[in-house]
């Protein structure tokens, strides 16, 4: 090739176009720093490094390998908060989910009288089963999500609380290989963690790459021009309302695999504010349309370091849901300025 060809060649890597000139830099630059969720991410590494500052032992293995667990419980429940935000929708009944699929799961193997593996199986199909009920209710009755799982969320918490006998659950066959499996460290890392990176790579394809997930976007951008073009709003619903019950238990499972124990107490207002503070901190906006199921992952990990870093500068634990609050009512602002923004400058170039 001569130089000319060659400065006017391009090659694909990863999504950027590599030019053989001289601009090549300057794109390379350009196409690493629109990452989307490149300003979360230094927003994560300047919190751990500044909590790291004022107390090193955060930043040693133990502390870090603690904050990435209980991350990884809120990060999987956030991708299915992912898509119903990003449909306009809000499930407030994820936390009754968790906890009820975990008690289930918990009650039927106790004792010895279920394999525990079978037991878990039965727990995630009780989580589709109440994510399934949302979506049902939610069309029957004709109204929005948030409004149903209202209610839901303290049915499924009292059902939790029934079956329990208000107690923990014993006699757990703590010795089955389900303990060991989801509840250790393989290769040095939390089981929950594997899982958590595992759902974030298939479910982001699901999110961008399938009809799925565009029809998702679609009815969250503008659900009057979606149901003209023939996309069945309700039953997308339902689909994204049964994949947050479905990754509601599977994060109960993990962590009953974890604790070795199963409490009525687990879940609830606490999870849920987490869950949606992960979702929205990450960048997907309340409004709806747009969405990311890494940036989930990632606001998680904030919303722990947070809570980790009110334990290590020893400010009481009963602030911990006020501080989740104010992340959220931050994040929602921002995108609220971000978005208005966007939309004046688009204006403004019409």
Known sequence: MTESEI??????????????GRKAPR?????????????????????????????HNFLSKHPLLNTIQTASFVAI??????????????????GGSYALSTIVAA???????????????????????????????????????????????????GLATVMSNAGPIENLPTGSSFYSALGGEPLGFPAAAWAALGLVVVLTFVFTKT?????????????????????PSGRIRLYAAILTGVLAAVSGIL????????????????LELQVIAAAVIGGTAISGGTGTVPGALLGALIVSVINSGLLFFQIPSNWSDFVTGAVILVAVGTDSLLRRRRENRALQEA
């Not at 429940?77 to 994820?94: N, P, Q, T």
């Not at 525990?116 to 009920?133: E, I, N, R, S």
């Not at 962590?255 to 606490?270: E, N, R």
């Open 27 to 55: 794109r390379i630059l350009k196409g690493l720093f629109s990452f989307e969720e490149l300003g979360i991410t230094l927003a994560l590494v300047a919190l751990v490094l500044l909590i790291g500052a004022f107390h």
């Open 107 to 157: 009650k039927l193997m106790s004792g010895g009288s279920m394999n525990p593996w079978l037991a878990v199986c039965l727990g995630v199909l009780v989580g589709a089963g109440l994510g399934a009920a949302n979506g049902i209710l939610a069309s029957l009755l004709r109204l929005p999500l948030i409004i149903i799982t209202l209610g839901t969320l303290s049915a499924y918490q």
């Open 255 to 270: 962590a009953l695999a974890y604790f070795q124990g199963a409490d009525p107490t687990i879940g609830g207002v606490s």
């Open 7 to 20: 400065r006017g060649s391009g090659f694909m890597i990863g999504g950027f176009t590599l030019d053989a």
């Open 77 to 94: 429940i956030a991708y299915g908060m992912v898509f119903l935000l990003a449909m306009g929708e809000l499930d407030l009944s994820a």
């Open 211 to 231: 009809r799925f997930g565009t029809m998702v976007r679609a009815v969250g951008s503008n659900r009057q021009a979606a149901a003209f073009s023939g996309i």
